[in-house]
């Protein structure tokens, strides 16, 4: 009899699992082949991250790093089908009082989408809604076709006979079968179509060529050392750390820039407009306020833009203005204050280019800011539609209120390329080798030590300028043994890296990057 009660149990559940599979797997598909679909994984994936408890972006990236955001999606769609199966198993019964809270279940699964649905500007309503309503009357066809062959199964089961086949028995698994195969393939086509539009997005004509260049690289500025860090991070190869579960795919044509707030004349820029600006090149060095010492998320590109000093004197910036605010299409904000680019040599940029290319969707196509010396969470607003004038007191962005420092200027770093951790070397000529960075102040000097060793300087690459990062480079003799090599930075003020290890939160990590290797 337990048995019984067992197996029902899990055809109830495989039922409902496949009801809620088949019903997202289409949905997904629907996403993927319509412009201004939702689809639900992204859309909830998306709520959960907006509704984030203060520490949790942080444990996240620091034990997920850049896999967070697939892990997220993924986890979204498993906990989907969990519920599922379990209303699968509340609905097994048939009164008409279980079946039908059954279908409430699954259908505040449903609202929970289209209520996080209804808060992306790039989903169109009715189409939230009529995904909706298909997802429910499948999971409504799926789920009471399943349980009826069920049943039918169990009733067999119980009062058998000798002779076979089990046709009963056959038809529940050649269903299931295909609900599942179905929602398989259309779940992987969906998001498949998905990534293919959002990189689409920016096949667009290339943006002029820059009234002022950036200079050529002087010779030197890079050291031909294998493993090390390349100066220019390719655009494919950048980090990216960002709210967004998918790549948002905003139409150029469309789109518009407002500049608001404490300003004497609000203005509205298209894209047309913001490529016919002059547009200026610099390399720029920008890091995410997450990364651990020693880590990846910091990278070094050459960006394209109008001049954001620019842009703010059409607004007529009024002198009480003491914040810039960056919005980005879906309402996220960072903010600097506007003391930030009284210096000259600090020149932010709006930027519409990449090393040479159109800014890709995944760095903020079709414009987004770049302010040097700051962290990406307080300036680096991606997918930019408005800039917002205030006062640091009156608006707090983004990340402020989840516990991170209102002020986020990069702490001078620096971190070992080459040898890796736990490398086996051979006695002799190594190369130590990495890079540093102290942008908008420029790097100095770089030294490393090996064990509790004297500190021996590093040769430097030729510095492209204050605002990026350098290369640097100790032939170390190295003996057998075990041995940990450490490296620290100053910047061009005199400011030493700081030595004692802190956790990114809430401003920035701190430490010296620390590499054991073994010789022989």
Not at 119 to 148: E, H, K, N, Q, Y
Request: glycine residues 10%.
């Amino acid at each position: 009899m337990l048995q019984m009660r067992v197996r029902s149990r899990l055809l109830a559940a495989a039922a409902g699992l496949l009801a809620g599979g088949f019903a997202l797997g289409v949905a997904e598909l629907i996403a993927g082949v319509v412009p201004g679909a939702p689809s639900p994984v992204t859309e909830i994936g998306a709520l959960l991250i907006a509704f984030q408890p203060r520490g949790a972006e942080q444990l996240v990236v620091s034990v997920l790093g850049k896999a967070d955001k697939p892990v997220l999606t993924v986890a979204v769609a498993i906990a989907g089908l969990l519920l599922s199966a379990g209303l699968g198993i509340l609905a097994r019964a048939g009164t008409r009082f279980r079946w039908a809270t059954a279908l409430a279940g699954f259908g505040a699964l449903g609202l929970l989408a289209l209520v996080a649905a209804f808060r992306d500007p790039l989903v169109d309503p009715m189409l939230a809604i009529g995904v909706f309503a298909v997802s429910l009357g499948l999971t409504w066809w799926v789920l009471s076709r399943l349980l009826r062959l069920a049943a039918n199964f169990e009733e067999r089961r119980a009062g058998r006979p000798a002779e076979m086949p089990d046709w009963s028995r056959r038809r529940f698994i050649g269903n299931s079968l295909t609900f599942g195969v179905t929602a398989l393939a259309s779940g992987a086509i969906g998001r498949v179509l998905l990534e293919v539009r959002a990189r689409e997005a920016a096949a667009v004509e290339q943006p002029p060529a820059p009234v002022e260049t950036a200079p050529p690289l002087p010779a030197g500025a890079s050291l031909d050392v294998p493993g090390i860090t390349p100066l220019v991070i390719q655009n494919a190869d950048f980090y990216r750390i960002d709210t967004q579960l998918l790549t948002p795919r905003l139409d150029a044509a469309g789109w518009k820039l407002t500049v608001t707030g404490m300003v004497d004349h609000p203005i509205t820029i298209t894209y047309p407009q913001l490529l016919a600006m002059p547009l200026h090149e610099e390399y720029i060095t920008i890091q995410c306020v997450s990364n651990e010492v020693g880590g990846d998320l910091v990278g070094n590109a050459l960006w394209r833009g109008a001049r954001l000093r620019d842009v703010l004197d059409m607004a007529g910036m009024q002198p009480g203005a003491t914040q810039i605010v960056g919005r980005s299409f879906d309402g996220w904000t960072a903010g600097f204050p506007t003391s930030w680019l009284a210096e000259s040599d600090r020149e932010a940029l709006i930027a519409v280019a990449m090393n040479g290319q159109a800014l890709p969707p995944a760095h903020g196509f079709p414009a987004r800011l770049m302010v040097p010396g700051l962290y990406g969470y307080v300036s680096a607003t991606k997918w930019l539609t408005n800039i917002e004038l205030t006062t640091l007191e009156a608006f707090d962005a983004y990340w402020v209120p989840l516990g991170w420092s209102k002020l986020g200027p990069i702490k001078t770093a620096s971190r070992i390329d080459v040898p890796t951790v736990g490398a086996r070397l051979n006695a002799g000529t190594v190369p130590v080798a990495g890079v540093a960075w102290a942008p908008d102040r420029g790097i100095s000097k770089v030294e490393v030590q090996v064990d509790d060793g004297a500190w021996q300087p590093a040769d430097l690459s030729t510095p492209i300028s204050k605002t990026t990062w350098v290369q640097w480079l100790v032939r170390w003799q190295a003996s057998a043994g075990d041995h940990q090599l450490r490296v620290r930075a100053t910047d061009e003020t005199g400011q030493v890296q700081v030595e004692e290890p802190h956790d990114p939160a809430p401003n920035g990590a701190t430490g010296y990057h620390t590499v054991g290797v073994t010789v022989s």
